[in-house]
């Protein structure tokens, strides 16, 4: 592989730990796809999560650079805590950085956000 | 008055110019001297002093074409080389990784996947979690 083209070691080490601390944070599994998919992006990327060790306690962040596209996909039970609408909280914050051309930083702020919203206490008593 | 227009009539001829315009036919030859004199001093100016080096001083040491091409040409160009090298260098082997703008021509990358990478997902149904996932999708 000729460099400059994938990711070099420091940037594999940024996202790597980017990961971990995630993980620390929301106590769920996070994965990270960078590359092409094989047909459609969507279920691609539901292939793939469904592919991870726990698939309903991960957030699988699936990110196509040539194509442009972004797909996060979360388990049932991080949903619980994860919601859809945070979710695309995290992905807009992402798509700023990409759009900028700062994918590892992209990456890094996209994992850093869902594992913080992931990590709030569930409100138990909806009459406040 | 004759003898002007006959002067003038020729020198249209040969040249092919209209006789008003001027020509001047030594200005090449002028302008060859001037770049041979110059050539001739220049070349023959060192030799000249070399020649008026006074009796009392030192006989100046004998250099050879060699040394001086290796003391006046070869040893800086060497310099230069090895600078220019060592500047480059860190460009040369530093692996910058992907950088803004470039297409992604690289292998996929998996982190936190499953050991076997993109190949696991063949076992799997997604469709057993049909309506479990959740998530958003997203361009930029």
């Not at chain 1, 979710?87 to 759009?99: I, Y």
């Not at chain 2, 250099?63 to 500047?87: M, W």
């Not at chain 2, 997902?121 to 049909?130: I, S």
Request: proline share 6%; aromatic share 6%; net charge negative.
């Amino acid at each position: 592989m000729p460099a400059g083209e994938g990711f070099s070691a420091e940037q594999r080490h940024d996202i790597d730990r980017a990961i971990r601390a995630a993980e620390t944070v929301s106590r769920y599994e996070f994965s990270v796809f960078v590359g092409p998919s094989t047909g459609e992006a969507g279920p691609f990327a539901r292939r793939l999560h469904a592919a991870l060790t726990s698939p309903d306690r991960s957030v699988l962040v699936f990110v196509d650079p040539a194509a442009r596209i972004l797909e996060i996909i979360t388990g049932s039970v991080v949903r619980r805590d994860l919601s859809d609408d945070a979710v695309r909280l995290a992905a807009v914050a992402m798509q700023s950085a990409f759009a900028q051309g700062d994918l590892v930083g992209g990456i890094k702020r996209g994992l850093a956000q869902l594992s913080e919203a992931a990590a709030q206490p569930r409100t138990l008593h909806a009459d406040a | 008055m004759t003898e002007a227009t006959d002067a003038a009539s020729t020198s249209k001829v040969r040249n092919g110019y209209p006789a008003c315009v001027i020509t001047h036919p030594t200005r090449t030859a002028r302008r060859l001297l001037t770049v041979v004199s110059a050539t001739l001093v220049v070349v023959l100016a060192p030799v000249a002093a070399q020649a008026a080096v006074p009796d009392a001083w030192d006989d100046p040491p004998k250099v050879s074409g060699l040394d001086f091409l290796l003391v006046l040409f070869l040893i800086p160009l060497g310099i230069a080389l090895v600078i220019s090298v060592l500047a480059a260098l860190p460009s040369m082997i530093g692996d910058k990784g992907y950088e803004p703008g470039q297409s992604w021509r690289s292998q996929p990358e998996w982190f936190g996947g499953p050991r076997q990478g993109v190949e696991a997902t063949d076992g799997t149904d997604a469709r057993a979690l049909e309506g479990e996932q959740g998530g958003t999708s997203a361009r930029w």
